[in-house]
C-alpha cells in the first residue's frame, strides 16, 4: 500500500507543479518541506533514537555568530559521545543524476554532487559553531560530529 500512496501523490505533486504559478510553487515547496521534516521527526521519535542514545532531540534553532543569524541543522540529536546534525533536503532529483549520469543541460549527477557538497560545506561551517558553544541549547563536550542529509527522493546511483 504504501508504494500505491507513494506514486499517487507524487503523480499529483508534478501535476500540482506545472498547474501553479510561481508564488504557489514556492509555497508548496515550502509546504511539503516543512512535512518532510516533521515525517523525520516521526521516525526519530517512533524508533526512539533519543531514548537508546540516552540523548535528546532538538529541532532547527537560529543562532547569531557576530552579526550573521544562522540556523542549525533541521534536527540534532545529542548524546554524550555523539552529536548528529540532520539536515532534511525535500529537493526533488532530476532523471539523469537519479541514473548517475549527466546531460549536455547541465543536469545530472555532477551538478546534484556539486550541490550536495555544498550543503556538506554548510554543515562543517555549523560544526565548528557546536565545538566553539556558539548555540546556546548544545553543550559540546568532545562529542564526535556526524552530519547526516536525508533527501525526500530516491537517490539510485549515489553508492557509485
Not at 517512533?46 to 552579526?67: A, F, H, L, P
Request: aromatic letters at 12%.
Amino acid at each position: 500500500m504504501p508504494d500505491f500512496l507513494y506514486g499517487t501523490f507524487e503523480g499529483l505533486y508534478y501535476v500540482l507543479l506545472d498547474k501553479l504559478e510561481e508564488g504557489d510553487r514556492e509555497t508548496l515547496f515550502r509546504e511539503v518541506g516543512n512535512v518532510f521534516e516533521s515525517y523525520i521527526s516521526e521516525l526519530l521519535m517512533e524508533y526512539n533514537i533519543d531514548v537508546r542514545s540516552g540523548g535528546k532531540i532538538i529541532s532547527e534553532r537560529q543562532y547569531r555568530v557576530g552579526k550573521e543569524e544562522l540556523r542549525t541543522a533541521d534536527w540534532i540529536l545529542i548524546s554524550d559521545d555523539y552529536i548528529f546534525q540532520i539536515e532534511c533536503k525535500k529537493r526533488k532529483i532530476d532523471n539523469y543524476s537519479k541514473a548517475g549520469v549527466e546531460h549536455h543541460s547541465g543536469m545530472g549527477i555532477n551538478n546534484f554532487i556539486n550541490d550536495v557538497a555544498k550543503e556538506l560545506d554548510k554543515m562543517i561551517k555549523k560544526e565548528a559553531h557546536i565545538r566553539d558553544n556558539k548555540i546556546y541549547d548544545i553543550k559540546y563536550k568532545g562529542q564526535k560530529i556526524i552530519n547526516i542529509i536525508v533527501f525526500l527522493d530516491e537517490m539510485f546511483a549515489m553508492n557509485r
